[in-house]
Structure formats: structure tokens, C-alpha cells
């Protein structure tokens, strides 16, 4: 009797620990903001478009999208309203996570540590994404799931919810393939089972149904944007790994947790913990995939979420001096690291020494905190606060009260603060059709899901107006059909004709990759550098632009060996080509001497050789710089 309630005591402090540490880190990012614009052109009657003028899906959560929208029809306010949405869906996430998945105070306090420490589930328990929501679904899915009463509700809530899930964001699917795929397995009625299930994805079917007949595409064009990035796959694998680097590095225990959760069926032989764990492993190798986010930790905290189900539910730890040695070294490997979330206060982010790391992976709460967070929110005041650029540039551009176009990245305060009388093409894409087919500016160090495309000439006149005023005119020509596609009567037969040529790529042969790719590339004749070269002094050489240079040769080249002097201190890209085709890159950094240039011999690949290369091109890094080469001399064979 001494300890019946002592479960339900320790549940309540732990939800009172929650309150107060989601109240303290509560903030937003500008990504949200790109579906708040979507959400306030929705409420205020213009549909579910980003640009007025055009049907463009600029988001990758169409749950969360209405669910804020829901909200927002009532409260006409887009920081407080988002904020306590997200808090609301998380507490109740760690309120079921305590009432159905713990049987004893262990268990409990096990929960809190992991999560309650978790940078990754902390940051995205708000943030103003689509996490929240898909933490609460995972959860609900795993107290079904784990229940022991098989029926024809079970079935269809168990399709129902990754229905649900994949509809807020589509790529979570992966989490709970494994177990859909078991769970129909083991029914004796399968093509029953099978009708049930299909019944339960309704949610996503019609969703995919309404995407293609709305915006032509079933997939999100921020999707299109950052995954067809032509990318070097292992360049994207070797960003995973550092996305997962990243967190160990950051949010060691999270990263601790889920090996745990990959690890537990080896030691406890359950079929639903493998199913879970394959989950897990499915949606780690999609993140490694894709190269991960520029956000740290934002796609592990649904499988932290995730582990520390199957940890409590399958960790057998009987003994209490085992209990207590797992809760004080996953506590312990969380206290080592900075910012521990709840021992961060209204100063957190004035220092963003930690803020990013040399891939490109950064601390987004650090980064925005000072001024989109609840601890910096203010009665009367606009918020995310208007001393921030983008914030600033977008009032700016809505007190002008008139149509303008203009081009832009960082998107989502700009755009939401502009509204709808200003145009916004975005140059990294997320939210702009066309540019999210040509290929993004090549560079040499590149920054996941920044992926910056070359604005074509005359893109920016045709945006508003009747004329198609584009240059090239292959782009011209797949920017009219593109334009039927998202601008044209939603039910005229000529743009179901677009949709069904454009799903099927028949127009990509329009869009010259090359050109996008290397665009405001300087070309250059090797005969016109080495006549320079003899007029220049010996401290000078060939400038190499930001954007590059090209280097054209009047005859295929078989050489085995390129002399070549390069300006210190730099890092160069040396991109070998056969007309459009590429063969090969080598990457030289110079060292800090007292000379200028520095002498370097590039071996040249016998594939390449045989193959032959009729032009170089030649980029710096860091890309905002401009550098200098000379003496280009080549070996022959």
C-alpha cells in the first residue's frame, strides 16, 4: 500500500518537470514560416499557395500545415499560437508516453532523463515544425501496437496512424514499414487485412490525390528542391555520416539511445521490438541517404522518441543498483555536453561559438533563440522581433502595399511578413517551381538543403507577367508547360495532359543542366591564358571569379600530368570535363608560403586518359573568394 500511489506521484512531477522545461526552450525557426505564409494565404481565402499567382506546395507538412490553420482561422496570430500547439502536443506525447508505456517509477525517471535531456527532442518539441505531431502519433502507434488485443480496429489503427504520420511528413513512413508489414503478416485473412489497411491510409491516399490534381506533383516541391540537388551520392553519404557525427559530437546520450534501441533485439527475442528496430534502422539509412539537415538533430527526435519505447518496455534491468548506474551514466553523457536544455536561459544563443559546425550542421535554437523564443516574447511586440533582418525587410515590403517581385533565400520570416502582395522567388528553391528543376549552382563546399540556383534571364520579368520573357528558350519552352501546370484551370484538359508529361519527365530534356549548374562560369581559350600569362608580372596570374573559371582546350586532351601554380593560402577544385560530360575532380590546397603561387602536379586518372578531357574548370573555396593560377603546362602520354 506504501507505494500504490507512488507511481502516479513521480508521473506528476515529471509532467510538471516537462511544463516547465517546454515553456523555457519554446521557440520558432524561419522554416516554419515558410508554412505559416502557406497557412495565412490558406485562412485569408487565396488557397494553399505560397505566391498567390501560382499553386506551389512550399511545405512538407500538410497535417501540421491545417492544423495550425485550424488555429489560426481563431487567433489571426502566428508566434504564441504555434508555440503552445506544439506544447500542448508534446506534453500530452510524454503524458502517454509515462501512463502507457512505464509500469514502474524506473521506468519513469528513465523516460525523463532520456528525453527531458535530449537536445534533439527538446529543440523539436517546438521549433514550429511538424515535429510535435509526429512525435504524438509515433507514440499513440506504439501503445496499439504493443497492446495484446488483436481486432479489425487494431488493424485499421495501425494503418490509420502511419497514415496519418506520412501525411504530416511523408519520409516518416520508413519508421513504421517494418511493423506494418508484420502486422499484416501475422493476420490469417490477408486480403481482408489488406482491404483494412488500405482503408486506414485513406488519410495519405487522398492527400496524394488532392497533390497531384491541386499542384500537379505528388510530392512537395521542397522535396523536388532539395533531393534533386545533383549531388555527388558520396559526397551526400559522407554529409549523413556527419549528421549522425553530429549528434554523437552534440546530444551524446540521444546517440547512445538509439544504438541501445538497434542493439535490444539481439538480447531480448521479440518480434515487435525488431519490427520497431528495423524502423529505426530504415529511417537512419534514409537520413544517411539524403545527406541529413543543415538542423542538427531535427529528423533523430522522433527516433529518440522511439528508442526509449523500446528501451523501457524491453530494458530488463531487475537489479536497482543497475537501474540506477544506466540512469546516472545516460544522465552523466548528457551533463558533459553544452547546453543542456533545461540549464538554458533567456541568454542562451548570445553565444554561438557551437553554433555550426565546418559541414554545415548547426545549432537552429542556438541561432534563433534571442528573437523568436517564448523567453524573449513580449506583450505588443512583434515577434519573431522585428530587429531582425528578414523580419524587418518583410514589414518593410507589406507597408509598400503593393505588388512587388523580389528574389530572395530565408524565406520564412520574409515571406510571412510581406504577405500576399509581394512575390517572393526563392533562389534556393523551396518554394519556386522551376528553379527547383534546374540543377543548383555548383560549389565546392555546399551546405545541405541550401542548394542556390542560378535565377535565369528573364525569369523575374515572366513571373508576373502574360509574356514568357526567359532567354534560353528550351527553359522557355518547359517553364510554359510548367506554368499551365501551376497557374492553368485545375480541371482543363490540356494541364492533366502537363501533369501526366511532367510526372514522366518527357520535358527534362528542355533544361540544360550544364548551363544552370555553371552558370556566370568565366570561359577562357588555353592559347588566350598562356598569351596573358607571358604578359603578366610573376606575382600575377588568371583571376579565378567566385563562380569560377573555365578553361577550353581546341582539341581533346591524353595527357598524364598538369603542371600547374596556384595563389596561397587556398583550397582548389580542378572539375575535368568531356564537353558536358565530368570525369573527374581533384582537390589541391595550397599551403601559407612567402611566394604567391605554389607549383603542384595533378596525376590525371588512366580512365580519364583514355577517355580525354577538353576542358577544365577551376573553383576556390571558400566560395566568396576570388583567387589566381598560372603556368599551365601539361605531359603528354
Known sequence: MKFRYLRYIVIALATLFFVILFLRTAWLNDDSYITFRTVDNFVNGYGLRWNVIERVQAYTNPLWMFVISAAYFFTREMFLTPIFISIALSLTTVTLLFYFHTKNVFQVILSVVILGFSRAFVDYSSSGLENPLTHLLLVIF???????????????????????????????????????????????????????????????????????????????NTAVAKLQNYIDRRELLLQGFYYFKWLFDRDLSSFIVIVIALLLPFFRKNAKLLTCSLGILLYCIYILWIGGDFMGGRFFSVLILLSTILIIRFLLLKESWKRILATLILLILSLIKPNVPILTDENFGKDQSWLRDESGIGDDRMYYFQISSLAHWEPGEIMPKKSFASVKEGLNLREQNKQITKVYGCIGFRGFFA??????????????????????????????????????????????????????????????????????????????????????????????????????????????????????????????????????????????????????????????????????????????????????KVKIPQKMIQKGFNKIRIFVYPRDVESEIRTIHFTNI
Not at 506504439?142 to 487494431?154: A, Q
Open 419 to 600: 504577405g500576399p502582395k509581394v512575390y517572393l522567388i526563392d533562389y534556393w528553391a523551396l518554394a519556386d517551381p522551376l528553379l527547383a528543376r534546374i540543377p543548383p549552382l555548383y560549389k565546392p563546399k555546399w551546405m545541405i538543403g541550401h542548394f542556390w540556383r542560378h535565377v535565369p534571364e528573364g525569369y523575374v520579368e515572366s513571373f508576373v507577367s502574360d509574356s514568357n520573357k526567359i532567354k534560353d528558350p528550351n527553359l522557355a519552352e518547359f517553364y510554359e508547360h510548367l506554368k499551365t501546370i501551376t497557374r492553368g484551370p485545375i480541371w482543363s484538359f490540356g494541364r492533366w495532359k502537363e501533369i501526366i508529361k511532367m510526372n514522366l519527365g518527357i520535358y527534362n530534356h528542355l533544361i540544360d543542366k550544364d548551363r544552370y549548374q555553371f552558370a556566370g562560369i568565366k570561359v577562357m581559350n588555353i592559347n588566350d591564358i598562356n598569351n596573358m600569362l607571358t604578359r603578366l608580372k610573376i606575382n600575377q596570374g588568371i583571376k579565378v571569379p567566385k563562380r569560377g573559371l573555365e578553361i577550353q582546350f581546341p582539341e581533346t586532351r591524353q595527357n598524364v600530368e598538369l603542371d600547374i601554380d596556384l595563389k596561397t593560402p587556398k583550397t582548389f577544385y580542378l572539375l575535368f570535363f568531356n564537353n558536358t560530360e565530368f570525369l573527374y575532380r581533384v582537390i589541391v590546397k595550397t599551403d601559407k608560403i612567402e611566394s604567391p603561387f605554389q607549383a603542384y
Open 142 to 220: 506504439c501503445i496499439i501496437f504493443f497492446s495484446d488485443t488483436p481486432n479489425k480496429l487494431k488493424l485499421f489503427s495501425l494503418a490509420f496512424i502511419p497514415s496519418l504520420s506520412a501525411f504530416n511528413r511523408l519520409d516518416t513512413i520508413c519508421i513504421y514499414l517494418p511493423s506494418l508489414i508484420y502486422s499484416w503478416w501475422k493476420q490469417e485473412k490477408r486480403l481482408e487485412s489488406s482491404i483494412i489497411m488500405f482503408i486506414g491510409f485513406m488519410p495519405l491516399i487522398l492527400w496524394e490525390i488532392f497533390s497531384v490534381i491541386y499542384y500537379g506533383f505528388p510530392v512537395p
